[in-house]
């Protein structure tokens, strides 16, 4: 009974999570709404509620996330909040998402307060926008017209390595040394879209720009993608939060938890070259 749940274990921050959490030697059950397979695997779907009744067996710590594509985060996450409180877990880290706490009423906020009210050992951790999203998300506009597609005019964001989320949030589940607390996490240095544009040309030796696209002409893009309606006009929303500047702030929380600094943008473009030379 000291295993701990990774909810979007095979997501970006889970897949380094599981390694983070395994290279202690920690045993780890990964979450995954598919059919599971492995011994180390359990299935959860958030969206059903399938194995919830047993997801929590033998675990005493789990880290929580909300899948992308859904704007009803709390009718996801409250209902695990709840079994995680009845099964009397030692630690939950549950991530969200730097500004969820600027509207108490916010979907993300109201999953923060039923764990912060839990009587649980709690931690919530709320990262900036992540490097990775250049790899994925903004991945077609890149390979495809050469730039970064994003309305976000000459804002700039602390983007954060996805691979420091997972450090942060392993020495959390780990160590009760910051118990109770909320963070925002951030990489070192806010950079706008054109710097961003910069550093991956310069490590990849392709010329990759940033053009600025309206709200329009993002909506569009991302409704082609075939993402859901309402979750488009979230992204789009947080996508102003961005324009108006509001990903910009820097905080110490990466160093504060994990002894190291933040990496930089030039680090994680050096660590994924391979992904715009496709
Ligand atoms: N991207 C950003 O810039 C950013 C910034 C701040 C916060 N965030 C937050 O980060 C979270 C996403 O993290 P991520 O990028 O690491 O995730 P991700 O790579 O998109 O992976 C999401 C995981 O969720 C699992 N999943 C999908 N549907 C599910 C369901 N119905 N029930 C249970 N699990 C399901 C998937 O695994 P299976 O297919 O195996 O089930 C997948 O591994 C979101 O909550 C987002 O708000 C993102």
């Not at 209902?79 to 409180?85: D, E, K, S, T």
């Not at 931690?123 to 903004?138: A, D, E, G, L, T």
């Not at 309305?151 to 109770?180: C, E, K, M, Y």
């Not at 950079?191 to 569009?220: F, K």
């Amino acid at each position: 009974m000291n295993k701990i749940l990774v909810l979007g274990a095979y997501g970006t921050v889970g897949t380094a999570l599981v390694q983070a959490l395994q290279a202690q030697g920690q045993a780890v059950a990964k979450a995954t709404s598919r059919t599971s397979q492995g011994a180390e695997q359990v299935h959860l779907n958030l969206l059903t509620g399938e194995g919830l009744a047993t997801a929590f067996s033998g675990v005493d710590r789990a880290f929580l996330l909300s899948p992308p594509g859904h704007v009803n985060q709390d009718e996801l996450l409250c209902p695990v909040i709840q079994a995680a409180r009845q099964h009397g877990l030692k630690k939950v880290v549950l991530m969200s998402a730097m500004g969820a706490d600027a509207d108490e009423a916010a979907p993300l906020r109201k999953a923060e307060r039923l764990l912060e009210a839990s009587g649980l050992a709690w931690n919530v951790i709320r990262p900036n926008w992540f490097m990775q999203n250049f790899n994925s998300y903004w991945l077609h506009g890149i390979l495809n017209q050469g730039a970064i597609l994003l309305p976000t005019g000459t804002a700039r964001g602390s983007f954060i390595d996805a691979r420091d989320i997972a450090d942060v949030a392993a020495a959390l589940l780990t160590g009760h040394a910051h118990d109770n607390l909320a963070f925002d996490l951030t990489g070192p240095q806010a950079l706008d879209h054109t710097q961003v544009a910069a550093i991956l040309s310069q490590e990849t030796g392709r010329a990759i720009g940033y053009q600025d696209i309206t709200p329009e002409a993002m909506r569009a893009g991302l409704l082609g993608a075939g993402l859901p309606a309402p979750y488009v006009e979230f992204m789009l929303l947080i996508l102003g939060f961005f324009k108006a500047g509001y990903a910009e702030r820097t905080t110490d929380a990466v160093q504060q938890i994990t002894g190291r600094a933040p990496r930089s943008l030039q680090q994680y473009a050096r660590d994924y070259r391979g992904s715009w030379l496709a």
